[in-house]
């Protein structure tokens, strides 16, 4: 099949979240499957020269290349993209957002025909990429160039929706009988993932139970009943986890490589992160691991109001990332008053997530809602047993074989979750049988792949 890749960012070349990872990997995983697949996005102003091999292909477009022969497409305009942010600024959002993403749709559905790739599938990720579909069905429906591409959506975090007020709907050169409730309406707004919900031919997420959760009033962010009515072509697939990158026994960022059959050296992991941390080396102590972004989503709320209590039991607390100013306020607090169980690193910093990951002993992970979730796959490649609350992606992976899950959303049952990880610790047979399963899982993007080309052919078909 030909596949074209669509999407707001993509690993390498520029991220802010998952989103890029899973456009970055899939590609390379359909490659390797023996499928044609292009990418295309933005060209940021983080997308230089001096970092990668780019080509010119045109006034506006410019070219590199993933994988063994992958064509990643960049489309160009530096008033809407030679920013520093990708979204945004301290300040919040663009203000032109909804500017810059329909010109990004049109000049990518335009691109295609340029460069003759008439894919079979268009691919296309969350709100910033939902004009696609939109365009396709109502602007461009008598050309044949395009009439039997199909269009597949990925919600990586329904959450996250790409509304505007309403009179910005004239901007999209669309007709305004698709401003209704069967089309981009939403609540008297403009909501470009409802636009591609409708419009296009099959929608998945990233994870089975979240392709449930998001059906639900309490998930699904007002999308609930639109995504009801067409859960016929409504999947989730668990997005893979690249074991290229997330690798203890190559891993270059720790200080001893293991693996499930040296797993004796794991310790001297943790000895590096409890020197790096500043905190008392002890082998006994368990270390408790956290890298995330700091938000109530990511379950900051019920552990805040834990922290106290945490920190008199026997633990250490390793937290990596930055987020929302409240919880930055909070944690610096607790870190000054318990320097010797908290360490915290309010930053973004690849080569410390490696050592959080390869020396904690739990990686707690207690998200109010996870739509699928990478830390927890990491985690268990580095025999750290996930601590998690049961939702979406989280649900999907672990269980009592290799982690510990609670599943009522309060301090109290995180604390009772805790609790009962650091008694399983202290018996060492039990937990050393509990770390040797765990490196046994694998959550590679193969699997992923075949999952997502079977989701292609029945669009293709359908």
Request: with cysteine.
């Amino acid at each position: 099949m030909k596949i074209a890749m669509i999407a707001s960012e993509v690993v390498p070349f520029a991220k802010t979240g998952g989103l890029a990872d899973v456009a970055g990997a899939l590609p390379l995983a359909l490659e390797y499957c023996g499928h044609e697949v292009i990418v295309i996005m933005p060209r940021y102003k983080c997308i230089t020269d001096s970092k990668f091999k780019i080509n010119r292909v045109s006034h506006d477009i410019s070219s590199s290349v993933m994988g063994k022969g992958i064509k990643a497409y960049f489309i160009e305009n530096n008033a809407y993209f030679n920013r520093d942010g990708l979204y945004g600024n301290k300040n919040g959002d663009y203000k032109d957002n909804l500017d810059r993403f329909a010109f990004f749709c049109r000049r990518a559905i335009d691109l295609l025909k340029e460069i003759n790739f008439c894919a079979d599938i268009v691919h296309l990720h969350d709100w910033q990429n939902s004009l696609i579909p939109v365009y396709l069905k109502n602007t461009y429906p008598d050309k044949s160039f395009y009439k039997n591409m199909k269009c597949v959506l990925t919600i990586h975090n329904i959450g996250y929706q790409g509304i505007f007020g309403k009179e910005e709907f004239g901007k999209l050169g669309l007709n305004w009988n698709i401003f209704d409730i069967n089309g981009l309406e939403f609540y008297g707004k403009v909501n470009l993932l409802k636009g591609g919900i409708v419009f296009s031919d099959y929608i998945n997420t990233v994870s089975p139970t979240y392709a449930r959760e998001i059906q639900t009033k309490e998930s699904g962010f007002g999308l609930d009943g639109l995504l009801r009515e067409r859960k016929d072509v409504l999947s989730g697939i668990l997005n893979g986890l690249d074991y290229s990158v997330w690798d203890p026994s190559a891993d270059r960022f720790i200080m001893q490589n293991f693996s499930g059959e040296t797993l004796e050296d794991k310790v001297f992991d943790k000895e590096d992160l409890q020197k790096t941390c500043g905190l008392p080396v002890n082998k006994d102590i368990p270390v408790l691991g956290i890298v995330s972004r700091l938000a109530e989503q990511k379950g900051f709320d019920i552990l805040a109001e834990s922290l106290n209590k945490l920190c008199k039991m026997d633990l250490q607390l390793v937290i990596l990332g930055t987020g929302d100013l409240k919880y930055h306020q909070i944690l610096k607090h607790a870190a000054e008053k318990y320097p010797k169980t908290i360490s915290l690193s309010l930053r973004f910093d690849d080569p410390l997530a490696h050592k959080i990951y390869a020396g904690s002993d739990i990686f707690l992970m207690p998200s109010k809602y996870e739509p699928c979730g990478l830390g927890q796959m990491i985690s268990l490649r580095y025999g750290t047993i996930p601590l998690v609350f049961k939702t979406g992606g989280l649900a999907d992976t672990i269980n009592s074989k290799n982690g510990f899950v609670f599943s009522d959303y309060s301090k109290e049952e995180l604390l009772k979750s805790v609790h009962k990880a650091l008694l399983v610790f202290t018996d060492k047979a039990r937990w050393m049988s509990l770390v040797t399963g765990a490196m046994k899982y694998n959550f590679s993007w193969k699997a992923s792949a075949d999952k997502y080309i079977k989701l292609y052919a029945k669009a293709k078909t359908g």
